[in-house]
């Protein structure tokens, strides 16, 4: 069954979404004198503590998860032409970010692309809401709305001659170039099919991708059980110097 509902809106690539980011900057306290001195009172400053922020996030890709967000994962590029990476869930708390264990992982066989086309074997940059998730394996409890379909089958075999069989057993789909709130499957594209689409996170197979990210089994289903629509979810996506900026 597709499950339905309404959806934060799509993002293009590589605009990002918009909102506030950061911590508190340091304020000072003035302790006014009890009664008149000859010698001024001193003024004592208190620096609050500013909120943890994300690791390896500059200002500009912090600025762009918005502040409602309070679940974000980010993929870590190891460059700017490779197909390796990284991912870590953060989620933010009253002291700031809380980063959890980190997953190796693979992106797209020639690394990542500001303007992703068809094709071009490249992962999108940019910061993408996470609404949607499905799989050809039963809900493993997924809080995000879940669609299990045969149509998740994946023959063949990968650019390392890897086998691709299971890799769509789980999956979430990244609202690039679709229409959130659909099944993963479904075939919309808003930005027109050049642009591509049906970039996933997804159940790793041991070699490049496309243009997904893929993990491991088990930490797909701990982010299929964690992501919650309430908190916002999005991905951060890019190679370590993009997402530094």
Not at 147 to 152: A, L, N, T, V, Y
Request: aromatic share 6%; glycine share 14%.
């Amino acid at each position: 069954m597709i499950h339905r509902r309404t959806a934060v809106a799509l993002l293009a690539s590589p605009p990002l979404l918009t909102g506030c980011g950061g911590g508190a900057g340091a304020t000072e306290r003035r302790t006014p004198p009890t009664r008149p001195a000859v010698t001024p009172v001193p003024e004592t400053v208190e620096a609050e503590q500013a909120p943890q922020g994300i690791p390896g996030l500059g200002p500009t890709r912090s600025a762009a998860i918005p502040q409602r967000c309070a679940q974000a994962v980010v993929v870590t590029g190891r460059g700017k032409n490779s197909p390796l990476c990284t991912v870590v869930l953060h989620q933010r708390t009253s002291t700031g970010w809380q980063p959890g264990p980190t997953w190796p992982a693979h992106n797209a066989l020639h690394g990542w692309s500001g303007h992703h086309m068809l094709g071009d074997l490249r992962s999108p940059l940019g910061v993408y809401t996470l609404s949607d998730a499905g799989g050809l394996l039963p809900d493993p409890g997924s809080r995000l709305p879940y669609h299990q379909s045969g149509g998740f089958h994946s023959p063949g075999s990968g650019f390392e001659g890897e086998p691709l069989d299971g890799c769509f057993d789980y999956v979430i789909a990244i609202d690039y170039n679709r229409e959130p709130g659909t099944s993963p499957l479904d075939w919309t594209r808003p930005l027109g099919p050049r642009r591509g689409g049906g970039v996933w996170l997804h159940v790793d197979h041991g070699g490049p991708t496309h243009g997904c990210v893929s993990i491991a089994q088990a930490p797909m289903k701990e982010l299929l059980r964690t992501l919650d629509p309430h908190r916002h979810p999005v991905v951060v996506m890019g190679y370590a110097d993009w997402l530094a900026r």
